[in-house]
């Protein structure tokens, strides 16, 4: 009787199957950035805002309000400017998000003090900045001219990604042009609509004269404004602030004047001169930017020569700034650089990652003593001390945002390597070897005092815990609802002078819960290791099971809350 061969899983189809597995993944954090887009993180104009308002008068006690970028004095005299760091500093991250910081100068654009606007980072690491009170002063008369100083400003013990985060972010905006104290920095919309029929908003780009122009449903083009590159320039009475518009193709559209010293009269005349406007029509910025105004045939407007040729100059060099401006890919863009520790911190969490990797393969680690060397070195280096753990509030923090890499290099390799290592392989070596919690469960692991059997019907309820949490932290992530994800898990708890009372009850729990059964909190409690697992490339890929369908949940959610958005 012939022998049946036992039947191959068909590899094509494991491949294909576990595609789509991530690709249901990276669905759910595109749809988590696409949601976050929709939001303005600033509001350019601080005039109206209370907050800021306030902050201006305790910095700067003869100040009695904020008009555009300029803080002014009962007369109405500019005594001092009020900068934030975003949108220019966005791109800089701390654990989980950027902070927009307000920065108030004095009339020398020295710094006076900085204070948090708001921070997409983890709550528990602001508010420790917040509460330092050494923090803030130290930015105290640190200028646009600074190049050497800002690394010489200390992180706040237990946030340091956060505060090594705000300090470059300052840094970065600092690293910029000088506000004006002559004109208002935010463009009068009548006037934009003047360029832009439609406009119904403006936004300031990572530039700091360049606006986005919005309508209703998209960007319909985008504004160059010559202040503050121009404001030395001046006509018949003094400087012109002009607002130059360009279409989505990045042609001009037409200038008009915003806000001026001169005379109305001599100012009108600009927006109605037809030739004067026709020259400029259909130019790019680039092609502004080389223009010679002597040589191009620009003889000033007829009765506002010298304010048409003040206008003429100051579009030449507001373009070229804007041309010039850094890329702002770095968070050293003003020269701030983290200490040599702080490398070194990331040298140990890259080492500890890649040794985790050999012992989850195999080729290292059949010695338990070297075992225990090294869950006690996870514990101590990535856990106390750098704070380098993957979760859930870096996970969402980073599809809103950006990926840390200027900031927290090491910690951003670690989660490359937690996420890649099982996508690829049947491993799953952060949360086998590198997870800090992970380690002190393993230690705990033979040393239960009280160990329990589990029943099955429980332990299958108790195996739903980590996706319901996954489903919170989507519907947070999709609905901007200020939840603090940190405390759903433990690992802040290891900063523990600045960790929450329900981070540190999570981490308390789950220590316990481990001693009563072995690995509890890592197969009960973690949404981490619930979401490495279902990325895991196993055996049995090629069978849709209750993880394929918790996804899949996961996935209809954010598409619901987007589209109700």
Same mark, same amino acid.
């Given at each position: 009787?012939?022998?049946?061969?036992?039947?191959?899983?068909?590899?094509?189809?494991?491949?294909?199957?576990?595609?789509?597995?991530?690709?249901?993944?990276?669905?759910?954090?595109?749809?988590?950035?696409?949601?976050?887009?929709?939001?303005?993180?600033?509001?350019?104009?601080?005039?109206?805002?209370?907050?800021?308002?306030?902050?201006?008068?305790?910095?700067?006690?003869?100040?009695?309000?904020?008009?555009?970028?300029?803080?002014?004095?009962?007369?109405?005299?500019?005594?001092?400017?009020?900068?934030?760091?975003?949108?220019?500093?966005?791109?800089?991250?701390?654990?989980?998000?950027?902070?927009?910081?307000?920065?108030?100068?004095?009339?020398?654009?020295?710094?006076?003090?900085?204070?948090?606007?708001?921070?997409?980072?983890?709550?528990?690491?602001?508010?420790?900045?917040?509460?330092?009170?050494?923090?803030?002063?130290? /930015?105290?008369?640190?200028?646009?001219?600074?190049?050497?100083?800002?690394?010489?400003?200390?992180?706040?013990?237990?946030?340091?990604?956060?505060?090594?985060?705000?300090?470059?972010?300052?840094?970065?905006?600092?690293?910029?042009?000088?506000?004006?104290?002559?004109?208002?920095?935010?463009?009068?919309?009548?006037?934009?609509?003047?360029?832009?029929?439609?406009?119904?908003?403006?936004?300031?780009?990572?530039?700091?004269?360049?606006?986005?122009? /919005?309508?209703?449903?998209?960007?319909?083009? /985008?504004?160059?404004?010559?202040?503050? /590159?121009?404001?030395?320039?001046?006509?018949?009475?003094?400087?012109?602030?002009?607002?130059?518009?360009?279409?989505?193709?990045?042609?001009?559209?037409?200038?008009?004047?915003?806000?001026?010293?001169?005379?109305?009269?001599?100012?009108?005349?600009?927006?109605?001169?037809?030739?004067?406007?026709?020259?400029?029509?259909?130019?790019?910025?680039?092609?502004?930017?080389?223009?010679?105004?002597?040589?191009?045939?620009?003889?000033?407007?007829?009765?506002?020569?010298?304010?048409?040729?003040?206008?003429?100059?100051?579009?030449?060099?507001?373009?070229?700034?804007?041309?010039?401006?850094?890329?702002?890919?770095?968070?050293?863009?003003?020269?701030?650089?983290?200490?040599?520790?702080?490398?070194?911190?990331?040298?140990?969490?890259?080492?500890?990652?890649?040794?985790?990797?050999?012992?989850?393969?195999?080729?290292?680690?059949?010695?338990?003593?070297?075992?225990?060397?090294?869950?006690?070195?996870?514990?101590?280096?990535?856990?106390?001390?750098?704070?380098?753990?993957?979760?859930?509030?870096?996970?969402?923090?980073?599809?809103?945002?950006?990926?840390?890499?200027?900031?927290?290099?090491?910690?951003?390799?670690?989660?490359?390597?937690?996420?890649?290592?099982?996508?690829?392989?049947?491993?799953?070596?952060?949360?086998?070897?590198?997870?800090?919690?992970?380690?002190?469960?393993?230690?705990?692991?033979?040393?239960?005092?009280?160990?329990?059997?589990?029943?099955?019907?429980?332990?299958?309820?108790?195996?739903?815990?980590?996706?319901?949490?996954?489903?919170?932290?989507?519907?947070?992530?999709?609905?901007?609802?200020?939840?603090?994800?940190?405390?759903?898990?433990?690992?802040?708890?290891?900063?523990?002078?600045?960790?929450?009372?329900?981070?540190?009850?999570?981490?308390?729990?789950?220590?316990?819960?481990?001693?009563?059964?072995?690995?509890?909190?890592?197969?009960?409690?973690?949404?981490?290791?619930?979401?490495?697992?279902?990325?895991?490339?196993?055996?049995?890929?090629?069978?849709?099971?209750?993880?394929?369908?918790?996804?899949?949940?996961?996935?209809?959610?954010?598409?619901?809350?987007?589209?109700?958005?």
């Amino acid at each position: 009787m012939p022998v049946r061969s036992k039947k191959r899983n068909p590899p094509l189809k494991r491949v294909l199957v576990h595609v789509l597995r991530v690709a249901i993944f990276v669905s759910v954090l595109w749809l988590i950035r696409d949601a976050h887009r929709q939001t303005v993180w600033s509001d350019a104009d601080l005039s109206n805002s209370p907050q800021a308002i306030e902050f201006v008068q305790q910095s700067v006690p003869e100040a009695t309000g904020i008009a555009g970028e300029r803080v002014v004095d009962s007369s109405g005299n500019a005594i001092g400017s009020i900068l934030q760091t975003s949108p220019q500093s966005d791109h800089i991250i701390g654990y989980s998000g950027p902070t927009n910081c307000l920065i108030v100068l004095d009339a020398e654009n020295q710094i006076v003090s900085v204070a948090i606007a708001n921070s997409g980072d983890t709550v528990d690491h602001v508010r420790a900045v917040k509460d330092d009170p050494d923090f803030a002063k130290a /930015f105290s008369g640190l200028g646009f001219e600074t190049s050497d100083q800002w690394q010489q400003i200390d992180a706040v013990s237990g946030a340091t990604l956060t505060s090594y985060a705000i300090i470059a972010s300052v840094a970065n905006r600092m690293g910029g042009s000088a506000p004006s104290l002559k004109f208002e920095a935010q463009p009068d919309m009548e006037n934009v609509r003047a360029l832009f029929d439609d406009a119904v908003r403006i936004e300031l780009t990572d530039r700091s004269n360049i606006w986005d122009v /919005f309508s209703d449903s998209a960007k319909v083009g /985008f504004l160059l404004t010559t202040s503050p /590159f121009a404001d030395q320039l001046s006509g018949y009475q003094g400087p012109t602030m002009t607002l130059a518009g360009f279409d989505n193709d990045g042609k001009c559209v037409g200038l008009v004047v915003d806000q001026t010293y001169e005379n109305q009269p001599y100012a009108s005349y600009l927006n109605d001169d037809r030739p004067f406007q026709k020259f400029y029509v259909g130019k790019t910025l680039e092609q502004l930017a080389e223009l010679s105004p002597e040589d191009s045939g620009i003889d000033g407007v007829s009765g506002a020569t010298m304010t048409s040729l003040c206008v003429a100059d100051g579009l030449v060099l507001a373009a070229k700034a804007a041309i010039e401006a850094p890329a702002n890919d770095e968070a050293g863009g003003s020269g701030f650089s983290r200490r040599a520790i702080s490398w070194w911190a990331d040298a140990i969490t890259v080492l500890l990652t890649i040794f985790g990797m050999l012992l989850s393969f195999g080729q290292i680690g059949k010695s338990k003593s070297l075992r225990i060397a090294y869950q006690l070195a996870v514990i101590l280096f990535l856990g106390l001390i750098n704070g380098h753990m993957l979760s859930q509030a870096s996970v969402v923090g980073w599809s809103k945002n950006a990926i840390p890499w200027s900031v927290a290099p090491g910690l951003v390799l670690l989660s490359i390597a937690a996420f890649v290592v099982p996508i690829v392989s049947k491993h799953q070596p952060y949360c086998h070897h590198i997870c800090p919690f992970g380690a002190i469960q393993q230690l705990a692991k033979k040393r239960s005092p009280w160990p329990v059997v589990i029943p099955k019907t429980l332990n299958s309820v108790l195996e739903f815990v980590p996706f319901a949490l996954l489903l919170l932290v989507v519907i947070v992530a999709m609905t901007g609802t200020s939840f603090n994800l940190a405390s759903i898990e433990p690992f802040d708890a290891f900063a523990f002078r600045v960790a929450g009372w329900a981070t540190i009850g999570v981490f308390v729990v789950g220590l316990v819960a481990s001693l009563v059964s072995p690995m509890a909190y890592c197969r009960f409690g973690c949404p981490t290791g619930a979401l490495l697992g279902f990325l895991k490339f196993r055996a049995d890929s090629h069978r849709i099971g209750s993880r394929d369908w918790a996804a899949m949940l996961l996935l209809v959610a954010a598409i619901l809350f987007r589209v109700v958005a």
